[in-house]
């Protein structure tokens, strides 16, 4: 099953969610990633999401096997956007179940982080008075 996945089309959250409902968990984390309307001091007006798919795949799978075998969790899931994304678009969401709330916050943060990190999507801002750039990720 995998568990990470790209989607060059908004999704919806509830879908997501209730793949993950289970009776032993106690504990629901997630993590929702939106398109600001600034960085560093600048005004944007939106973000192009580009991703080397078989390796992002392959990448997040990875890092969400880690976050099973680092923490104590019933399941987990991360979806994140690539294409052309308006402000206020949801761009990456991770989803994570566990018995308890410190298993399940403790992974949400690691997954988050580790695929920001680690899994190759680029991101290229678009300003408000032109021009573009790519964010390191």
Not at 24 to 48: S, T, Y
Not at 56 to 75: H, K, P, S
Not at 124 to 131: I, Q
Request: hydrophobic share 45%; aromatic share 10%; glycine share 8%.
């Amino acid at each position: 099953m995998l568990r990470f996945s790209l989607s060059p089309e908004p999704f919806g959250i509830a879908p997501l969610r209730d793949a993950l409902d289970d009776g032993r968990a106690g504990a629901f984390a997630a993590f929702e990633g939106r398109v600001r309307n600034h960085n560093e001091g600048r005004a944007v007006d939106g973000l192009h999401y580009e991703a080397y798919a078989a390796l992002a795949e392959a990448e997040g799978e990875r890092v969400l096997a880690e976050a099973f075998e680092r923490f104590d969790i019933l399941d987990a899931r991360c979806v994140h956007r690539t294409g052309d994304l308006a402000i206020g678009e949801l761009a990456v969401w991770v989803g994570v179940t566990a018995a308890h709330r410190d298993a399940a916050f403790a992974a949400c943060r690691y997954i988050i982080d580790e695929v920001k990190a680690r899994v190759p999507i680029w991101k290229r801002e678009r300003y408000a008075e032109g021009g573009e750039d790519w964010q390191h990720p």
